[in-house]
């Protein structure tokens, strides 16, 4: 007589695609809402069910978990079991069904725009549920064009891929932030010069601030004095306001970048190449009732 395997089980699945999405152990299991410990135990019996390692286990990893060869293999066939498991859920009871609009969006723009867009459109069409996972601009048009499960990306991405859908959304152009008590400059406008003597916080790589910022450094013959780096620009302002160095961060003309912060925003005389925020969407999913719906609530939205 065989040994039947154990049946693997969606909060297994569930939290292999967590960690996925978020890429940390500790934002997974937060929005699991279980100890990473308890993460790890479903995972590692997930592993054990399939016989693959998933993800690699290296400590102190800078850059977030990185998933195995046989992770990335799986990751489609998890989401999808995922999804498919949710909507078998809500079979037994219509009246709760909702329409789940997935949105792989920036760290930008999910912190200072789409945490209260959100809240206005679920107050405003509660047969929609949206879930909003942040990301690099290159891992937003990834997610797109890899997972089904995505709907809509929102990002200002480098490059435009010709076989996704894109729709202008707003425009946002450059500042520079120094703390209140910090260096003087010598005009009520800043000069890439000058910024290039003080310590400059930038983005990390991977980021499209990062390449424009760097251009217009290297189009004038300059090169900055990159002190330090971080990944998101409410982080790169809190340094700032630390007195670690000046940065220059893409700003929105509701002040919110810098509001309430011990920090002050100056005009760079020399142009940047702004930032175009667009709307993202898979040709399939233009006939969608709620990511059209969605899309054109956001586009009533000029920040």
Same mark, same amino acid.
């Given at each position: 007589?065989s ?40 995972l590692?019996a ?28 799986f ?6 079991f ?11 009871d ?18 200072y ?32 064009q890899?997972e ?5 990306g ?14 202008n ?13 910090g ?11 000058? #910024?290039?003597? =003080? &310590? ?7 980021? +499209? %601030?990062?390449?424009?910022? /760097?251009?217009? @450094? ?60 667009? #709307?993202?969407? =898979? &040709? ?7 990511? +059209? %719906?969605?899309?054109?609530? /956001?586009l009533? @939205?000029?920040?």
């Amino acid at each position: 007589m065989s040994r039947e395997h154990p049946a693997i089980s969606v909060d297994q699945v569930t939290a292999f695609v967590q960690l996925a999405h978020t890429r940390s152990i500790r934002l997974a299991a937060d929005s699991l809402h279980l100890s990473e410990e308890g993460l790890r135990g479903r995972l590692l019996a997930l592993e054990q069910r399939l016989g693959v390692t998933l993800y690699e286990k290296a400590q102190g990893r800078r850059s977030g978990v990185k998933l195995s060869h046989a992770g990335e293999n799986f990751l489609r066939k998890a989401t999808k079991f995922v999804a498919d498991a949710h909507t078998l859920a809500k079979l037994d009871d219509p009246g709760t069904m909702v329409k789940e609009l997935t949105i792989a969006a920036s760290q930008y723009v999910t912190y200072y725009l789409l945490i209260d867009i959100v809240r206005a459109f679920h107050a405003a069409s509660t047969d929609i549920a949206i879930k909003i996972f942040t990301r690099t601009e290159d891992q937003v048009i990834d997610a797109l064009q890899s997972e089904d499960t995505f709907s809509i990306g929102i990002c200002a991405p480098d490059e435009y891929p010709t076989n996704l859908l894109y729709r202008n959304w707003f425009t946002m152009e450059w500042a520079l932030i120094a703390p209140i008590n910090g260096p003087e400059f010598d005009g009520s406008e800043v000069t890439l010069e000058e #910024i290039s003597r =003080r &310590p400059l916080i930038l983005f990390e790589p991977g980021s +499209t %601030g990062r390449q424009h910022i /760097l251009e217009a @450094f290297y189009n004038t013959g300059l090169t900055p004095k990159v002190a330090m780096e971080a990944t998101t620009t409410s982080v790169i302002v809190r340094m700032v306001e630390a007195g670690m160095g000046v940065a220059m961060v893409p700003v929105l003309r509701s002040g919110a970048v810098t509001c309430g912060l011990n920090v002050r925003q100056l005009p760079i005389s020399q142009k940047i190449r702004p930032l175009q925020t667009g #709307i993202f969407v =898979r &040709p399939d999913s233009r006939a969608d009732d709620a990511v +059209t %719906g969605f899309s054109d609530f /956001l586009l009533g @939205f000029q920040p």
